[in-house]
Nanobody, 113 residues
Framework: VQLQASGGGLVQAGASLRLSCAALGSIYANRPLGWYRQSPGNERELVAHRYRSGVRDTTMYADSVKGRFTISRDYARNTVTLQMDSLKPEDTAVYYC?????WGQGTLVTVSS
């Protein structure tokens, strides 16, 4: 599966950004599709992911982004979107879309104070 990410950029603290990722190829709705991030000197960490579990969706967020980030997924289009609000300087990182063992190319988010 190829993942194509878009979005990101440079914003001031408190601003919003939206990241989008399109999966090219067949993916399963009941498998997580989401976002990780990595900042300099740190390990790559899960930001959020979403998948279909029965008749409902299951979402997972890192504690550091709960209440500020929202992940949505379009199962018909195989896309996932991360709406990032109230951005903080510590959100600065390269953000990667991930599905199973496939990674997107990474998109840089920089939040200035």
């Amino acid at each position: 599966v190829q993942l194509q990410a878009s979005g990101g950029g440079l914003v001031q603290a408190g601003a919003s950004l939206r990241l989008s990722c399109a999966a090219l190829g067949s993916i399963y709705a009941n498998r997580p599709l989401g976002w990780y991030r990595q900042s300099p000197g740190n390990e790559r960490e899960l930001v959020a992911h979403r998948y279909r579990s029965g008749v409902r969706d299951t979402t997972m967020y890192a504690d550091s982004v709960k209440g500020r980030f929202t992940i949505s997924r379009d199962y018909a289009r195989n896309t996932v979107t991360l709406q990032m609000d109230s951005l903080k300087p510590e959100d600065t990182a390269v953000y990667y879309c991930k599905y199973e063992t496939s990674w997107g190319q990474g998109t840089l988010v920089t939040v200035s104070s």
